[in-house]
């Protein structure tokens, strides 16, 4: 019982002690405070704080800090009056105070702010004061503007005439001003630095005359300070205007000088000669100008004192000089017409000659308009026309006498010397063109001579007519209106057939005119032209024939009376006529016919041109008549395709022999158009049968033709190769056998008394002498090889040229064949259209005997060396 006594009066005491401790601690909670760490610190409770008005806004610029006794977290407030601009927040916590509007000093410079701090239940409010410091923000600002002056031109140098004055808010050095201008080199003024007065330069003066207004700019300029931690100085300009007053200090002065005034032949008394005009220098308050003659006048000019105008006295003749330099004296007049300053001038007048007399031509006569002379046409370049005397005159004087002189006319052709004139002189007309002075072109040549003043505003003028009367000389040559001619004639035409006129003129006049032809050339044998007319036609023995001839070129002549004269060619066709009939070569022709194969037959017709030497073929006559067909063009008759062997062509006919006749036609394409027939007797037989290798071969090659031409070809260059061979051995041969050494050379003359060769012209003799002279000649030289072998040669000789033979034949019959050289001779003569086989033998044997005649030629000639 005791010990839980005991353990009750111990709890009763401990809570009561609790409670006594609680009621005690609630009476000891203290108030929180600031810390004060002077005006100088950046923390505590802003007392004292100053800063600068140009911190940037959004800058920290404090720290409020302070405490609470009890150790409670504390937090900040900070407040303005109501109405004012609150500049600074905190943060409630930190305590940073931070700048929120920008500050100017010059606005206020001291701010009234609340600061607090509170634990929560105890809150502290202090007032503080904020001291805003200046920094060089403001530039100095002018007073009184604008700055306007006015003063007299004659101030005196060194002259106080303002004082400017301008003030800067700032403090300290930022707020002192000091002054100077802008620097101009031709100011006159200058101004103090501290005190801002402004002074005319010494040694310098005004003058209004010269300018009448004076602007300059001044600038202020504070003594500089801080601005956002740097040095700043701020300054101000203002433009300064000083306008000159104007002082009678200047003479009047003449306007427009130098004066000219002129007095003309025509003037009268009173005529106005020339007005002078002066006005006061001091143009800021001029005064009144008064004009008066100092001399220079001889009494003949005067001058209105008030208007300056000088007029004529007397009459021109009256004048005694030609020049006049009156001096005239401009005065200012005063309040009470007193004469003041004055300026002299000098006024030239001149007698002046009225232009009122046009340039002139003269002649012989007097004055004239129209001036002609006659000369030959083409005068030397550069002579003078001495036909024409002209004279040209203006009678004015000075410059009212000179004028141009100019041509006016085909370009370039003459000039005129001279092409100045003064008064008077004598015209000279050069020809500068002679080729331009042309008869034929016109007989008369016409010019405007044209003489124009140079310097007068009325530009007188006066012309007159240059006619030139050209004389003909023979100074061209006959030409042809064309430089050839190109006629056709009808072969056949009768002697005396005109074949063309050509025509040809000589501009020239007279004799000189006429024109004489003739005819010239190797070409112009058949033909004669008239010598007046250029007709041309044909000798009237000529016979012209299309088929001996077809072209005739030659020239004719064109010549005048002194014979000059000029070609043109002439270009004569003789046109072909159908004269000829188609011939065949035999009128009964016998062909043998071998089936599959055609056979040919061939007619000529000797005309010249087609279509008169076209011929076309048919068959007239054949019995059966369906048995053969016939080429109109080529004249190849072959059997009808149904015929393929002898049996068809035995089963048509009776006749064992296989033998038709038909008549053939041949028929020209001339107009009018003839024919020839003849008669075909045609054999019909079979192919025979080939035997051996060779006809094995084109059996098998039958097929493949490619083969047997390979085979033909290799045949023939193999031939071909052996000859050159063989020739070339014999041509080698002959150079040794023919070659005489120098010390075995025998030179002996040719003796006179040979007899000459016998030589027929193969073309035109008989083929029996042409087969004569081939084997003699042949024979010659196969006697003489033999004779070199085994005797001396005989001495060359060197061979005659065989005479022409005399050619009787008609013009229209052909030459006949040259033999072959195997000695076969044609029956008949080759026609213009034989086979091209026979015109190779023919060529071939042409260029035979021409080779062997060069050789025995060059082999006689050798014989004088």
């Excluded at 040979?754 to 193969?762: A, G, I, S, V």
């Amino acid at each position: 019982m005791k010990s839980e006594k005991r353990a009750s009066v111990f709890l009763f005491f401990l809570v009561h002690f609790f409670l006594v401790s609680v009621l005690l601690a609630r009476q000891l909670d203290f108030a929180p405070y600031f810390f004060d760490n002077g005006p100088s610190s950046s923390n505590g409770n802003m007392a004292l704080f100053s800063i600068s008005e140009d911190t940037p806004i959004g800058t920290h610029v404090y720290v409020l800090n302070g405490t609470d006794p009890e150790g409670d977290e504390v937090q900040y407030e900070l407040d303005f009056e109501k109405g004012s601009t609150e500049y600074f927040k905190v943060d409630p916590k930190s305590g940073y105070v931070t700048l929120i509007e920008e500050l100017d000093r010059e606005k206020q410079d001291e701010l009234s702010v609340f600061v607090g701090i509170t634990d929560g239940r105890n809150k502290v409010i202090e007032t503080i004061r904020v001291f805003v410091t200046d920094s060089n923000d403001e530039q100095p600002e002018f007073q009184n503007l604008p700055f306007v002056i006015a003063i007299p031109e004659d101030t005196l140098p060194g002259s106080s005439i303002y004082k400017v004055q301008a003030v800067d808010k700032d403090m300290g050095s930022g707020g002192s001003v000091s002054y100077y201008l802008q620097s101009s080199p031709t100011t006159k003024f200058t101004i103090d630095g501290h005190s801002g007065v402004l002074r005319i330069k010494p040694g310098e003066t005004l003058d209004y005359e010269t300018t009448t207004t004076h602007f300059m700019t001044v600038v202020a300029k504070d003594g500089g300070g801080k601005l956002k931690d740097k040095h700043q100085v701020m300054t101000s300009t203002a433009t300064i205007t000083i306008n000159v007053i104007d002082a009678q200090d200047t003479s009047p002065t003449f306007i427009g000088t130098p004066y000219f005034g002129y007095v003309y032949e025509v003037s009268v008394p009173g005529t106005e000669i020339f007005i002078v005009y002066a006005k006061d220098g001091d143009q800021g308050n001029p005064r009144p100008i008064h004009y008066s003659i100092v001399n220079g006048t001889d009494g003949v000019f005067a001058v209105n004192d008030t208007s300056g105008c000088i007029t004529l006295l007397a009459y021109p003749v009256q004048l005694t000089n030609e020049l006049y330099e009156i001096k005239i004296k401009a005065s200012e007049l005063g309040p009470n017409n007193e004469l003041l300053e004055h300026t002299i001038t000098v006024v030239t007048v001149r007698m002046v000659d009225l232009n009122n007399h046009p340039p002139t031509f003269y002649g012989e006569n007097g004055a004239q308009n129209k001036f002609e002379v006659t000369m030959y046409e083409h005068p030397p370049s550069g002579e003078i026309l001495r036909g024409l005397k002209i004279i040209v005159n203006d009678s004015d004087q000075g410059a009212n006498a000179k004028f141009k002189l100019r041509l006016v006319g085909p370009g370039r052709v003459l000039r005129v010397v001279p092409q100045t004139v003064l008064n008077e002189a004598q015209v000279t007309i050069i020809v500068e063109d002679s080729a331009a002075i042309d008869y034929e072109k016109g007989s008369i040549l016409t010019f405007k001579l044209l003489a124009v003043e140079i310097d007068t505003p009325e530009r007188f003028s006066a012309t007159a007519d240059i006619v030139i009367n050209l004389l003909d000389t023979n100074d061209n040559i006959p030409k042809f209106i064309s430089e050839y001619y190109i006629a056709r004639i009808p072969e056949n035409s009768p002697g005396g057939s005109n074949v063309v006129s050509v025509t040809a003129s000589d501009p020239d006049s007279g004799l000189w005119g006429e024109v004489k032809y003739s005819i010239h050339g190797s070409g112009s044998d058949l033909f004669l032209i008239h010598p007046s007319s250029g007709i041309i036609y044909t000798q009237a023995w000529a016979a012209l024939d299309a088929e001996v001839k077809s072209k005739y070129n030659f020239y004719v002549k064109a010549e005048d009376i002194e014979g000059k004269y000029s070609l043109a060619e002439v270009f004569v066709t003789v046109l072909d006529l159908n004269d000829h009939y188609p011939e065949f070569d035999d009128n009964f022709l016998e062909k043998t016919m071998i089936i599959g194969a055609p056979v040919k037959i061939e007619a000529v017709d000797d005309d010249a041109e087609s279509p008169n030497n076209v011929i076309e073929y048919s068959i007239m006559k054949a019995d059966p008549d369906n048995i053969f067909d016939i080429n109109s063009e080529t004249g190849e008759i072959k059997l009808k395709p149904y015929i393929k062997s002898m049996e068809i062509v035995q089963n048509i006919t009776k006749q064992k022999d296989c033998k038709w006749s038909l008549l053939v036609q041949a028929r020209d394409g001339g107009s009018p158009s003839f024919s020839t027939t003849t008669v075909v007797n045609i054999d019909i037989t079979e192919a025979t049968q080939l035997k051996g290798p060779m006809a094995a071969f084109l059996m098998q090659s039958r097929d493949n033709p490619m083969k047997a031409l390979g085979m033909v070809t290799g045949i023939i260059s193999i031939l071909v190769g052996l000859t050159v061979f063989i020739s070339t051995a014999m041509f080698m041969r002959n150079t040794k056998l023919n070659r005489i050494m120098p010390e075995r050379r025998i030179i002996r003359r040719r003796p006179q008394n040979h007899q000459p060769w016998t030589f027929r012209m193969p073309f035109l003799g008989s083929s029996n002498r042409s087969e004569k002279f081939l084997t003699n000649d042949l024979e010659k030289n196969s006697n003489q090889n033999i004779n070199n072998s085994c005797s001396r040669p005989l001495p060359p000789r060197a061979p005659c040229l065989p005479p022409p033979t005399i050619n009787n034949a008609r013009p229209s019959e052909r030459p006949k064949a040259v033999p072959t050289v195997s000695g076969t001779v044609s029956s008949k003569g080759s026609k213009k259209s034989s086979h091209s086989k026979e015109n190779n033998v023919s060529s071939a044997l042409v260029s035979e005997l021409k080779m062997r005649l060069e050789q025995k030629i060059i082999e006689s000639n050798q014989g004088y060396h």
